[in-house]
């Protein structure tokens, strides 16, 4: 007769044994009944699990599930945590030249008719050279006719611009670069902010300076000076994905730098049409081939620009609220004086239905909260800030805030935090609170504003 075999192990040797039975019995369970000896194990096995489930404390909220792990130290994989990358950067440029880096492809088929035995593909060639091969020299393209690269070589330049300084935290291997361009002036900020294994979130800027002057952020203290062009955005992931191996690509590779978020100095969607560009080039098959959901556009509240975003299909959104009401909202965040809540709660709502073709991501939008004592931190709030969102797909990120030199705010206390966030989750909008990183080398949220200028007249 066929048999049946079953392992069991006996919980309170640690054995295990092999209880064969008859193929009829397992076929028909309810004629089947267990010997005594498995039922003996049974009722030690139900016995020890009931006695380790009452000796276990009871298990926590969410809310200090999805935040608990940070608060621990961060592992930061060696390979990311040095100070001398910069090394690695390609030297100074003829600024007199124009850069291929920051073209679009149709772009640089343009630049190409008039240069003589270019054939179709040539441009495509190049432009994987670019962006998969990461060279940083024309004479690098090693299968593009020599005649070509010679006239390439007098008019085109391949730039990511000069590092000024480079600062990486010894705490928690977070790296703040200041990246210069052809005007002395026109310098940037761009952070790598390492997570725990060979994975890591790049800040970039879209504009030198800013022009919206919300009141607890430290970039608001600069004047915007211009946007950054298409090339100048890009280079701030060319450099770190250079510096840590990601260029070449090589297929299906884990990314060191495995998302983008334009949180950095500027308004993204005051220079959109940059952006949209630098944005294009990021996400091209051809070239880089970062998903779009790794992508996130942050902010402060320009309504009208979701809907040019939302054509972009499957970036991902994130608002800088930080108020629920327009009273308070108007004084930090002065925007709203032009897009008040209402209006862009009601962009909100009509972005997510477009990303409803695209991938679950894309269509939840991340608000970002940052906690100030006695301004915005009352639970009040947060019972309002959860009825703000109840209708639109949602998650919070609450933001303790980083002080800096002649600020009138200071955070909320971390206990408060956590209770403003368990609120927020127990009335079902799914909250996360981000604990400061890169706090030594000033390049936590609401911190980028160099103090290079001033280093530089103290000499």
């Known amino acids: 007769m066929a048999s049946h075999s079953l392992w069991k192990q006996c919980t309170s040797s640690g054995t295990h044994h092999l209880i064969t039975l008859p193929q009829s019995r397992v076929a028909c369970q309810s004629h089947w009944k267990p010997s005594a000896f498995l039922k003996t194990h049974i009722a030690a096995y139900s016995s020890y699990r009931s006695d380790k489930s009452n000796s276990l404390p009871p298990r926590r909220p969410r809310t200090f599930d999805s935040t608990s792990h940070r608060n621990k130290p961060v592992t930061v994989n060696p390979h990311l945590d040095t100070a001398h990358l910069s090394n690695s950067a390609p030297p ?16 640089l088929k343009d630049e190409l008719k008039s240069i003589s035995g270019v054939k179709s593909y040539t441009a495509r060639q190049i432009w994987r050279f670019l962006y998969q091969r990461g060279v940083t020299s024309i004479d690098e393209m090693l299968n593009i006719p020599k005649s070509i690269k010679d006239e390439l070589n007098e008019n085109y330049t391949i730039n990511y611009g000069r590092i000024v300084s480079d600062h990486v935290s010894p705490t928690d291997g977070t790296r703040k670069l200041l990246v210069g361009f ?44 211009r946007n950054l062009t298409p090339g100048e955005i890009i280079s701030q992931y060319m450099i770190p994905a250079k510096d840590y191996g990601d260029l070449p690509l090589v297929k299906n ?16 969607l005051y220079n959109w049409r940059n952006v949209k560009q630098a944005i294009e080039i990021l996400t091209d098959k051809d070239g880089i081939g ?54 862009l709660m009601e962009a909100c709502t009509d972005y997510s239905k477009r990303m409803e073709s695209c991938n679950r991501d894309s269509q939840r939008i991340t608000f970002e909260y940052v906690m100030l004592k006695d301004v915005n931190d009352s639970f009040q709030e947060a019972r ?19 002080p800096w030199p002649g600020s009138q705010y200071v955070s909320s206390p971390r206990d408060h935090i956590v209770g403003f966030s368990r609120i927020i989750e127990n009335l079902g909008v799914p909250t996360t609170i981000r604990w400061p990183r890169g706090l030594d080398v000033m390049g936590a949220c609401g911190q980028l504003k160099t103090t290079y200028d001033q280093e530089k007249l103290s000499r």
């Open 92 to 107: 100074v440029r003829d600024w007199n030249k124009k850069n291929l880096i920051g073209l679009s492809l149709e772009q």
């Open 290 to 343: 970062m998903p779009k959901s790794k992508i996130t556009v942050s902010t402060s509240g320009v309504a009208p620009g979701l809907a040019k975003l939302a054509e972009l299909g499957g970036i991902s959104l994130a608002i800088s609220l930080h108020a629920t009401n327009d009273n308070l909202r108007d004084e930090i965040v002065p925007i709203n004086k032009t897009f008040p809540i209402k209006v």
């Open 182 to 225: 052809k005007d002395p002036k026109a310098m940037v900020e761009s952070v790598f902010i390492p997570m725990n294994g060979p994975r890591g979130t790049q800040c970039i800027s879209s504009q030198v300076g800013c022009s919206l002057a919300c009141t607890f952020c430290h970039t608001g203290t600069q004047k915007l000076l």
């Open 384 to 402: 309002a800030l959860a009825d703000l969102l109840r209708d639109i797909p949602s998650h919070v990120n609450l933001i303790p805030f980083n």
């Open 253 to 268: 590779a884990q990314r060191n730098v495995s998302n983008i978020v334009f949180m950095g100095q500027g308004e993204p």
